[in-house]
């Protein structure tokens, strides 16, 4: 029997020492973690209790009992007015479709496109941008009152919420029942179930502005009449020319097309339709 063969026994106590070692080291490791404790700690003193504070009276705000929104010298705080701001912005493309002159300019300028022949010239990005920007042309003198009478006093503090309405609606109002027509005003007063009122200036806003929205479509519609009888006209002219000619697989519309052109540029047609439009509305408001 060989030397390697006679010395394997003597590891088996080598390793049950090293276990039993290893085993021991857990144990020391657990008891220290338990006898360091919460209950192995040595008792504290106890704290003196301390008397109860006595209850505030919360401050009132206004003189009426309610919140104060206000800053310094009575006007709104930058927090209320950037609400008030943000809620203005998201109501706007509404007023701007339904309160003021871009519906009929809107309309009126599509129609002429439409006369025209042209599908995508000029594109609606720009007619759009025309519009937007007459109507302020239009609509200056009305904004400009509804600032003066009503935001400007409200920012400095002289004006409640309540107030200001009161006060800018009045401008929109004028308008609105100057360019609004008769028959629709009956028409909306009659389907709204109210009570007939006193006087034009007793409609409400619900009433009025659809109304108003009536009469402008109205109007945009007898504008655009006019501008499509002359190419109607011309339409029918260069139709009957290709007829007599034997040319009937030419399609008319691209015949015309160059005729209308030079028709709409020689009597400025662009400059009579803005004419047109701004002129309904009294020269600019």
């Not at 008030?84 to 599509?110: D, E, G, M």
């Not at 007793?202 to 929205?213: D, G, K, N, Q, Y």
């Amino acid at each position: 029997m060989s030397t390697s063969t006679l010395r394997l026994p003597a590891a088996a106590p080598v390793r049950r020492r090293a276990l039993a070692v290893v085993l021991l080291s857990l144990l020391t490791a657990v008891a220290a973690v338990v006898l360091a404790g919460p209950a192995s700690a040595a008792p504290t003193a106890p704290t003196a209790p301390v008397d109860p504070t006595a209850p505030v009276v919360p401050g009132i705000g206004g003189a009426d009992g309610g919140v104060d929104i206000s800053i310094g010298d009575g006007s709104p705080s930058t927090s209320i007015t950037l609400i008030i701001a943000i809620t203005v912005l998201s109501v706007a493309p509404s007023v701007l479709l339904l309160a003021t002159s871009f519906t009929k300019i809107i309309v009126v300028l599509s129609l002429t496109r439409n006369a025209l022949g042209l599908q995508a010239a000029p594109p609606n990005q720009v007619l759009t941008g025309l519009a937007l920007f007459l109507t302020l042309f239009v609509m200056g003198p009305v904004f400009g009152d509804i600032n003066e009478v009503a935001v400007q006093p409200y920012m400095d503090g002289t004006l409640t919420v309540s107030q200001a309405y009161d006060a800018g609606v009045v401008p929109l109002r004028e308008f609105l029942l100057d360019n609004t027509r008769e028959d629709e005003l009956k028409l909306m007063v009659g389907l709204s179930g109210e009570e007939a009122p006193a006087d034009a200036a007793s409609v409400t806003l619900t009433t009025l502005i659809p109304a108003f929205v009536l009469s402008e479509l109205k109007s945009a519609f007898i504008i655009g009449l006019v501008v499509f009888i002359p190419f109607l006209v011309l339409d029918m002219l260069v139709s009957a020319a290709l007829m007599s000619m034997g040319m009937m697989m030419v399609p008319p519309t691209i015949v015309a097309l160059p005729f209308k052109l030079l028709l709409f540029v020689v009597v400025d047609g662009w400059s009579l339709i803005t004419t047109a439009l701004v002129g309904s509305y009294g020269g600019g408001g």
